[in-house]
């Protein structure tokens, strides 16, 4: 049974920092994009970074130099180091796994960044 467990998420003030983890199981997800998504109250999931194959990595507008993802060599692991946070970055930020789109999703960390 595949699993995605982030953790990492909580109350930040604006400028802090947090870094999130998403361990996935189940089977070998390394010829796998795996990536982040977010949920702020009241709008649409949207595509925050991803890890693509060959190590290619991609992040929204917002978050670019910003927030920087990485990956374990083994593939199943992912990390979202996040820097400079801002109020727009509040938001449950979910872990997604496939080999094009998203196939498996985590349950999401919640991420609140303050004033």
């Known amino acids: 049974q595949v699993q995605l467990v982030e953790s990492g998420g909580g109350l930040v003030q604006a400028g802090g920092s947090l870094r999130l983890s998403c361990a996935a199981s189940g089977r070998s997800f390394s010829s796998y994009a795996m990536g982040w998504y977010r949920q702020a109250p009241g709008k649409q999931r949207e595509f925050v970074a991803a890890?693509?194959?060959?190590?290619?990595?991609t992040y929204s507008e917002a978050v670019r130099g910003r927030f920087t993802i990485s990956r374990e060599n083994t593939g199943n692991r992912v990390y979202m180091e996040m820097n400079n946070l801002k109020l727009e970055d509040t938001g449950v930020y979910y872990c997604g796994v496939g080999p094009s789109g998203i196939e498996y999703w985590g349950k999401g960390s919640p991420v609140t960044v303050s004033s």
């Open positions: 890890w693509r194959s060959g190590g290619i990595k």
